[in-house]
């Protein structure tokens, strides 16, 4: 039975929905069919390793097959390493990471919490928190220098390239994974979560989808940029507008 040897391990709200769904229509990469295992992430996984493996039948012509779970790029899950879990069980294997402006993850994922009923609906978020690690899940630099401590290729891609060219950002991908890309072009094509259809369907009919207010914007900012710069240093990527975050994406 083969074992995973992609991992699509983050971040939450960047697009790891639309990346894992494009690999799977790939006949090289055979994706799991629940998205999100969170298998490495608990403590006692080992006692588990048979029932995960079973998600990943021998398929023909995979190179690759894929687990994503964005739940796993952190430090520390509780007292879980992740990472270490990952690189004790399947070795050295390709990550995948997606990242976004970490503002708007901030809001993205608030947005989430409250349709799980994590957190109190409210038609305007001011609440700045590290709650379910809120805070914590942006700082890009710290988490991805732990996760290079454990793996070798490491792949990072931008949710920006994400809404701009698709196309691109899916070359890119496969061309990390050195495989020809062969995913239909209908597969490719990216429509950002209806923000209208997601109000009515988790808060009201006539609801409007939560936003930050412009002063929890700002301190988001503040707090997050120099978290950037790290992450722009180490990732040679030019993130000067995500420190200059205001804008809702």
């Known amino acids: 039975m083969p074992r995973p040897n992609l991992i699509l391990a983050g971040t939450q ?12 229509a790939s006949a090289q990469v ?15 996984f080992a006692s588990r390793n048979d029932a995960y493996f079973a998600h990943f039948p021998q398929q023909a ?4 097959y894929l687990e994503s779970t964005p739940h796993y790029f952190q430090i520390l899950a509780g007292k879980v390493n992740v990472a270490q879990n990952i690189r004790t069980t399947l070795g050295d294997i390709k990550i995948l990471l997606m990242f976004r402006d970490p503002v708007a993850r901030y809001e993205s994922a608030y947005i989430h919490h409250m349709m ?9 978020i001011s609440r700045f928190c590290n709650e379910i690690k809120m805070l914590e899940l ?7 220098r732990h996760w290079q401590g454990y793996f070798s290729e490491i792949g990072v891609f931008f949710y920006d390239d994400l809404q701009n060219a698709p196309d691109a950002l899916i070359a890119r991908v496969m061309a990390f994974l050195g495989l020809e890309n062969d995913i239909p072009q209908r597969q490719i094509a990216f429509t950002a979560n209806a923000r209208a259809t997601k ?3 988790y808060f009201s009919p006539d609801a409007a989808l939560p936003e930050l207010t412009p002063e929890l914007r700002a301190r988001l ?3 997050y940029r120099p978290h950037i710069a790290d992450f722009a240093a180490l990732t040679g990527r030019d993130l000067s507008h995500w420190a200059q975050s205001g804008v809702s994406s």
């Not at 709200?13 to 769904?21: E, V």
């Not at 055979?30 to 006692?44: T, V």
């Not at 799980?116 to 305007?124: L, M, S, V």
């Open 13 to 24: 709200k960047a697009g790891t929905t639309w990346l894992h769904r494009c690999l799977g």
């Open 30 to 44: 055979f994706a799991s069919k629940s998205k999100e295992l969170n298998h490495f992430n608990k403590g006692d």
């Open 61 to 64: 012509g995979a190179r690759y």
């Open 116 to 124: 799980k009923k994590r957190f109190d609906f409210t038609p305007e």
């Open 138 to 144: 942006g700082h890009y630099a710290d988490i991805l």
């Open 199 to 201: 109000a009515r369907r």
């Open 221 to 223: 900012a503040d707090y």
